[in-house]
């Protein structure tokens, strides 16, 4: 059984914020922590009770804030200290969680540490980094190329996993052990909720089994950080590319202290050969991915996270949702995920059902992943195959700015905006949905208000009832004597006979009426609800 810390957050409903691109409230283009506030009641009314901020620290931005300067600081562009605790203030007020993105793997060069790391090889500081006179292995950065670059000043190679201006941090050093420790108590101490933590299979490296990340010193890490008296409470998600079951389960485990869920990306990768390669998936997939985990990390007494989308991929709905059906789609694949045993986690821009947008040129694209990517594509594609590539896998796909409305830049920003706005700005923005029939913001509204309403959606057991390899998906969740059967049709009409799906209906992506009615429409989304006693 799930302890009580731990079934409380299946009730969180999370909502990821990239600050650059959320709102800006001072018309210089990019969004900021004021921004954020202005539109609390926004997420509120969606139903949100958590905000999962993407990182506001001081940073010189080579990779948008996963590069930090000053763990204590916040980046001048998105503010000030004083906004930010005017943020947890508001966001406490009215009853929402905040998680802090934080980023232990890297620092930025920037960062004192780093400064003065470098500066010799027998100061206070030197071992904060992974140092070497010669690259001890070939290790690539994940944005291309080498991992390795000299530094002049020490005369000396160091480790870098991302860009060159991100040095990886050697945690076998106490000193990095405490320092993380003093930031995490920190921002408890200002009242954060918990910690989103990026790459966090990384601190500890293998570099005997020749593995950048899941080194033997991974637990004690971790533990380091959450497992203390002060931050037991906290909610914790690590990034963890991993997908092998009992590595989870060592990491999660509610009985170890260490994270409270993780990040899996099995169901991302489902059917693309690689992250820029144009590709279709199909429902089928998703489905059989989903209904795979969320039973067995059940059984196991893990939390899962639900999420489709987050801002180091394309659009979902790219993949898998249908142009001719675009709300059927995007709801049909809504209902499918968040109505599913886990903690829920949204990515802003999710609930206006957004597909990529589409440029015909490479400078309308900023992220350093993607530029790299470009230029090393064009060495054996045409520059036009490679743009295809990106406008597929490019990272700024999820990274431009909100489309709040039809109006110039989206209502984003008064002024110019850090990265060109979505290309299909007019058509697809929050006034524009809301003021169509076909509403995907207020589908999500309703299926996140069923996860707070009804215990069975957050607390209940899942059993799928759709078999694997199904071209439709259904479940149920059942709590005490309530039982609600979901069920999601994919791409073609088709009838289905399924006992369970009885009782009133909750929700409906068709405005169905007639129960018992099994002729189910493309996409077609019908959630029942019944007591078992009576
Ligand atoms: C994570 C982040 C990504 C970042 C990288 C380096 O994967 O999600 O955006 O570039 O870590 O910090
Ligand atoms: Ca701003």
């Not at 945690?171 to 995490?184: F, L, S, T």
């Not at 991929?313 to 993949?319: D, F, K, P, V």
Request: charged share 25%; aromatic share 14%; hydrophobic share 35%.
């Amino acid at each position: 059984m799930l302890n009580e810390k731990h079934k409380n957050f299946l009730g969180w409903n999370i909502y990821q914020i990239y600050p650059r691109s959320f709102f800006d409230a001072n018309g210089d283009g990019i969004g900021d922590l004021p921004g954020v506030i202005e539109k609390l009641d926004y997420l509120k009314e969606l139903g949100i009770n958590a905000v999962w901020l993407g990182p506001c620290f001081k940073s010189p931005n080579f990779d948008n804030g996963y590069d930090v300067a000053d763990y204590r600081d916040i980046m001048d562009e998105f503010g000030t200290m004083a906004d930010m605790r005017r943020l947890i203030d508001e966001m406490h007020k009215r009853d929402m969680k905040l998680i802090l993105d934080l980023v232990p793997n890297h620092t930025s060069y920037e960062h004192t540490w780093f400064q003065e790391s470098r500066k010799s090889r027998d100061n206070p500081y030197s071992n904060y980094y992974y140092w070497f006179d010669t690259p001890p292995n070939d290790w690539e950065s994940m944005f291309g190329g080498t991992a390795y670059a000299f530094d002049e000043t020490r005369g000396q190679y160091y480790l870098h996993s991302y860009t060159p201006q991100q040095p990886d941090l050697n945690w076998n050093e106490p000193g990095v052990v405490k320092g993380m420790q003093d930031v995490v108590d920190f921002w408890v101490d200002m009242g954060v909720d918990g910690f989103r933590i990026d790459v966090i299979d990384q601190i500890s490296k293998d570099f005997e089994g020749n593995r950048n990340c899941f080194g033997p010193r991974l637990h004690e890490f971790i533990q380091a950080l959450f497992s203390r008296e002060k931050t037991a409470h906290l909610f914790t998600v690590g990034e963890c590319w991993t997908g092998e079951l009992d590595e989870i389960h060592r990491h999660i485990h509610q009985d170890r202290q260490e994270l409270s869920t993780l990040f899996q990306f099995g169901h991302l990768n489902y059917g693309r050969e690689d992250k820029f390669t144009p590709a279709k998936g199909s429902l089928t997939q998703l489905w059989n991915c989903m209904r795979y985990w969320v039973k067995t990390m059940e059984e196991q007494d893990l939390l899962i996270s639900l999420f489709t989308d987050n801002h180091d991929n394309g659009w979902m709905l790219e993949r898998l949702g249908s142009k001719e059906y675009p709300y059927e789609s995007a709801t049909c694949i809504a209902a499918m995920m968040y109505l599913m045993r886990g903690v829920c986690f949204m990515y802003q821009g999710q609930e206006l059902g957004m597909f990529n947008p589409h440029y015909d040129t490479i400078k309308e694209f900023d992220d350093i992943e993607s530029l790299n990517m470009y230029r090393q594509l064009c060495e054996t594609m045409s520059s036009v195959q490679a743009l295809d590539k990106i406008n597929f896998g490019s990272r700024d796909n999820t990274r431009r700015p909100f489309c709040w409305s039809g109006q110039e830049n989206g209502g984003f920003t008064t002024g110019k905006p850090w990265i060109p706005v979505h290309s299909d700005y007019k058509s697809c923005n929050l006034e524009a949905d809301l003021g169509s029939e076909k509403s995907v913001w207020r589908f999500y509204r309703d299926v996140l208000h069923l996860r707070k309403t009804h215990t069975a959606l957050r607390v209940g057991s899942f059993e799928p009832l759709a078999l694997r390899d199904a071209s439709y998906c259904a479940y149920t969740r059942t709590a005490g004597d309530e039982q609600i059967t979901v069920v999601c049709n994919f791409e073609k009409a088709q009838e289905l006979d399924i006992p369970d799906a009885c009782g009133e209906i909750l929700l409906s992506n068709y405005g169905r009426k007639k129960k018992n009615d099994k002729k189910y429409e493309p996409y077609e989304v019908a959630v029942f609800w019944r007591k078992t006693n009576g």
